[in-house]
């Protein structure tokens, strides 16, 4: 990987690119798009606009996070399943003080989630389910058996609240938010995160589709802290000064 800006390098390692500016509370949303701003492919998912810097740049993004904030939506359409580290980032994320892989974290309204998936069964860190407290209660009892239960807000899932207690009760300051779309547009319109990672894949796909982010309440200024390529792909890092979180 190479880095343009600030000061020209060759040979970046992803996992140093990938490095938060300090040690504090941060939210970041990872995020890939066609250079017409389409979120997904041909099949509906994102993995096929990404080439192998852009995943190298997601493992890195995670190996970094204590918890990986997923919308429902994103999780039933690509299949997540729990933080699986190499064993090269392991060692590097084990250096920086983090031993166990970061937590999955689900964003979801209705919980209508496999609780006999993967994500689940096979997760060393366990998974978190975000919800809000109109859901059914054998449900929201269900998820807390699978994993772990939060629940912020009565009838939709207060965000601003939920990120509080990820960090304050569950330990999970460093939040790596991978969308999609609508989880995206919830986090950037609550101004919640304080860093966007878009990386632009050299493509126009010309087809109809879930975008980047919808409408927001008013515009996010963003401010450029570095570009990294590889093979053509943009990974662009800003920083967004408005954020409250
Ligand atoms: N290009 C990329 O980097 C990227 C990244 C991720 C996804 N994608 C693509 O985006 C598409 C999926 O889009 P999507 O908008 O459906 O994804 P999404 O935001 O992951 O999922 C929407 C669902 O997540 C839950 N959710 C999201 N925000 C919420 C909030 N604020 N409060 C409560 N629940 C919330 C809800 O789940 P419930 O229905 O369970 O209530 C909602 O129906 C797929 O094609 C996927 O491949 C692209």
Redesign the pocket.
Known sequence: MRRLLPLPAEDVDPYDAARPAGDGPLLRI????SADGL??DED???GG?GGPGDHDLFRALRAHADGIL??????R??GYGPHRLRADLAARRAADGRDRPAAIVL???????DLTSEVFTAAVTPTVVVTCAATPAAARAAAARAGVLVVAGED??D?PLAVRLLREDHGLAHLLC???????Q?VLGAGLADELCLTVAPLVLGAE??RFVGRLPGRVPLDLASVHDQGGELFLRYRIPAARG
């Open positions: 990872n995020f890939v798009v979120a997904a509906g998912r994102s606009l997923v919308g429902a939506g994103t999780a359409t690509e964003v979801t309204r209705s919980l209508a989630l939709q899932v965000l991978e969308g999609g779309p609508r989880l995206v919830s589709g879930p």
